[in-house]
């Protein structure tokens, strides 16, 4: 089995993520991919990050039935901050032996991972596969490997090199780096996707009404998390907001 985890806030959850994560596993050949909405980030205060439990069923009505792609409460379950080091130690003690994990990132937070907690534990036990927006991240391809190769060798170690052959970067006692770009899904993006998953819509996430209830909606349809009632709306109206189009978030 090959295995992706995607952790992050999902604060909230939009098409970016969901973009993101197919991508990855239609070109690394995963049999799944672990979405890990976090509890409490180290790196950001409380007060900006949304109910865990609303987060985590954002999280279940966005992905529905999309082949490939499952929730993990793991760090929700956790006590204090989450550390993605205790996440990994997690999954490589519970799933099969002969599993193949990779820890998938951006490339803006890869570029940080020097300051995460057991950095270097990481780098060992698992293989990352970290995305780059062209035109976001960097201007183009190239430019992304040559922003990656850089501060792998200027701040993780010297003898990381590139294994043009099997597309990543390596260093002998650590696990590989992959890097894959992600264009920015747009319009016509969103539609061909839309459009692979049975005809279905991808949900938007929008932002929460309160401090208790989180909402999903699909172009006109509005969910609410407590599933106490699904309407339809011609005008959204200002009090909720378009969805990011990155998928780092």
Avoid at 14 to 32: C, M, N, P, T, Y
Avoid at 93 to 104: G, W
Wanted: with cysteine; aromatic share 10%.
């Amino acid at each position: 089995m090959q295995i992706g985890l995607f952790g992050g806030t999902f604060n909230p959850i939009h098409r970016g993520h969901l973009w993101a994560a197919s991508e990855v596993i239609k070109r690394f050949h995963l049999d799944q991919i672990f979405l890990i909405p976090v509890a409490l980030p180290p790196h950001k205060t409380p007060g900006a990050v949304a109910n865990a439990d609303d987060r985590l069923e954002m999280i279940h009505l966005a992905i529905g039935n999309l082949p490939g792609l499952a929730v993990s409460d793991v760090e929700l379950n956790r006590p204090g901050p989450s550390y993605t080091i205790d996440t990994v130690r997690h999954f490589k003690e519970t799933l099969a032996e002969d599993s193949r994990i990779y820890l998938i990132m951006g490339l803006d937070a890869f570029l940080e991972i020097d300051t995460w907690k057991s950095y270097a534990e990481l780098l060992e036990q698992i293989a990352f596969i970290v995305m780059a927006r062209p035109n976001e991240d960097c201007r183009d391809a190239d430019q992304g490997w040559k922003i990656l190769e850089d501060y792998l060798k200027s701040t993780l170690s010297a003898d990381y090199e590139l294994l043009t052959e099997r597309g990543c970067f390596a260093s002998e006692g650590k696990q590989s780096i992959y890097i894959v770009d992600i264009d920015a899904i747009d319009n016509t993006t969103t539609t061909t996707f839309n459009n692979n998953i049975d005809g279905e819509s991808f949900p938007i996430v929008s932002k929460r009404n309160d401090t208790s209830t989180s909402t999903i909606f699909n172009d006109t349809l509005l969910v609410t998390t407590d599933r106490e009632q699904s309407l339809r709306m011609e005008n959204i109206g200002d009090e909720y907001f378009e969805v990011q189009k990155s998928f780092c978030g």
